[in-house]
């Protein structure tokens, strides 16, 4: 018997990025062309599940949003129904919500609910599927740490904006004799550093995944102040030093993941003119990696995710994430999405690229 995909729901989870609409659009349109269903988008992620704000998608709703940053559908990374905030101010309680979740979906009488998002999002996915909800997940994030995908959307367009600002920097620095220290996002996985800095030919590079020690990049900068008389130095929110931990911002436990990080770029710039006395200056490229415009790649990509997405769905294939294998798409259960990160292996052919062609990365 075919899968009935009469009502299907559509939410976006977590953090924003670029992509998110191309993928609503791209589940959509054939949803209400091929399979004459009823679309519902759920406001402000899984907090539109829990509170009931949802808004049905029309033909026109989704039209032009392909290259349309954001999301039409608004997000929350606070939103979990398994710990959801309730209450104001200091007086906050953590409460598990995930049955008025559940009852939502089944009052909607939705016959699936696409979750796009990234990690905390497909945990959260899981837990519902466990309780019986029939639910897929799109991979998406910035940071490109699903190890259930080779890529996630919405990487490719950080790459490019990081890219960009590194080319520019290089200017600014070159004419200066300055060393420019430039903080992207990524907590735990240092994708976006490492992809940035090798491609705009950053000195040297701060992952998480490799420790540096401080004496080491002291030595570099040294050194390059002497030649080249200038230094980029590309910096992942989470780089820490050997003898030290990652800069924390802010702690909310309303949050999916607790923990916002942050810092580490004037920390790194502080402690090298200490103990250089040469120039530094901090450039923090924040949200600007996430707003805006998706790239053709990330468009594209989107676009497969929704799509495959709703074939799995038509197949009842429930439980699951769409995921790229090399130039397939393909899908993975959501207990295997969610088993382990994707970092960055110290021995990966980028880090030998990086390294051979002179970046350091701060661990000699
Ligand atoms: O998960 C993507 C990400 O961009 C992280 O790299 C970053 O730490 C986080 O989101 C910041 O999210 P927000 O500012 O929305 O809390």
């Known amino acids: ?39 519902v988008g759920i406001l402000d992620g899984f907090e539109g599940l829990v ?67 990234g990690d905390g999002t497909m945990h959260i996915a899981r837990k519902f599927s466990r309780m019986g909800m029939n639910v897929i997940g799109i991979p998406k994030t910035i940071d490109n740490d699903l190890d259930g995908t080779d890529v996630t959307f919405g990487h490719d367009t950080a790459l490019q904006i990081c890219t960009e600002a590194i080319d520019r920097l290089h ?81 909310d436990t309303r949050r999916t993941d607790p923990v916002r990080l942050g810092g580490i770029g004037d920390v790194v710039a502080h402690r090298i003119t200490e103990n250089t006395k040469l120039e530094t200056r901090v450039t923090v490229l924040g949200h600007l990696q996430r707003g805006g415009s998706p790239t053709a790649y990330d468009r594209i990509l989107a676009s497969k995710y929704g799509v495959m997405a709703l074939e799995a769905a038509s197949r009842g294939e429930y439980g699951c994430m769409v995921s790229l294998r090399g130039s397939r798409v393909t899908t993975v259960s959501l207990d295997d999405a969610v088993k382990s990160r994707k970092v960055v292996a110290p021995d990966s052919e980028l880090i030998t690229s990086a390294r051979a062609t002179g970046i350091l990365f701060g661990d000699c």
């Not at 950053?202 to 200038?230: H, M, N, T």
């Open 1 to 39: 018997m075919k899968p009935k995909l009469q009502r299907i729901g559509i939410l976006t989870g977590g953090g924003d990025c670029p992509g998110l609409n191309a993928v609503i659009r791209s589940i959509t349109k054939p949803a209400l062309s091929l399979y004459h269903s009823k679309v």
């Open 171 to 251: 200017t600014t620095a070159s004419s200066h004799h300055r060393i420019i220290v430039v903080e992207v996002m990524g907590r735990y996985a240092g994708w976006i550093a490492l992809g940035a800095g090798l491609s705009g030919g950053a000195d040297i590079i701060l992952i998480p995944e490799i420790p540096f020690r401080w004496d080491c990049i002291y030595k570099r900068v040294r050194e390059r102040s002497l030649g080249a008389r200038f230094s980029i130095i590309c910096v992942a929110e989470g780089a820490m030093p050997v003898d030290g931990a990652a800069v924390v911002k802010e702690r």
């Open 51 to 117: 509170e009931g704000s949802k808004r049905d998608l029309s033909w026109l709703d989704v039209s032009g949003i392909i290259g349309l940053g954001g999301t039409i559908l608004g997000t929350s990374n606070k939103g979990d129904p398994f710990r959801y905030p309730v209450g104001k101010g200091d007086d906050i309680r953590i409460e598990d919500r995930s049955e008025q979740a559940l009852k939502n979906y089944r009052e909607w009488e939705l016959d699936v609910l696409f979750a796009i998002g």
